[in-house]
């Protein structure tokens, strides 16, 4: 179980982000749930079960990006949601592979989201 019971991002760019995740997190079995349209933007909630990431519309500057990793139940879904993110308009931030920096299982993926964040997808189990 999480520690979290949700955590939200903010973008000037609410469309675009929302159109990101929902390719992106798809490959991971993390669908969006709604998207409620208001005054000054919209705000999108994903998830498995529930709802526990939203991303949220704000005016102004850019946010400060965050690095945000997303749990994978295997290695094939770390290089879906690799694919999936950058064909939906993410930068490559790391390609699929061990990271034995982190430890010798930690099968993981980088992307940088339309909002400047570091997405990652990550699986630390065997092969």
Known sequence: MSIF????LKTTNIEETQRFYEAALAALGINRKF????????????????????????????????????????RRQVE????????AGGTDNGAPGIRPKYHD???????????????????????
Request: proline residues 4%; negative net charge.
């Open 105 to 127: 299982t930690y099968y993981a993926a980088f992307v940088i989201d339309p909002a400047g964040n570091n997405i990652e997808a990550v699986f630390q189990g065997a092969a």
């Open 35 to 74: 998207y409620i349209e208001r005054a000054k933007g919209g705000i999108a909630g994903f998830g498995r079960e529930r709802v526990e990431f939203f991303i949220g519309a704000v005016e102004g500057s850019k946010p400060t990006p965050v690095h945000l990793a997303f749990r994978a139940d295997d």
């Open 80 to 87: 879906a949601f690799h694919a999936a993110a950058l064909t």
């Open 5 to 8: 019971d949700h955590i939200s």
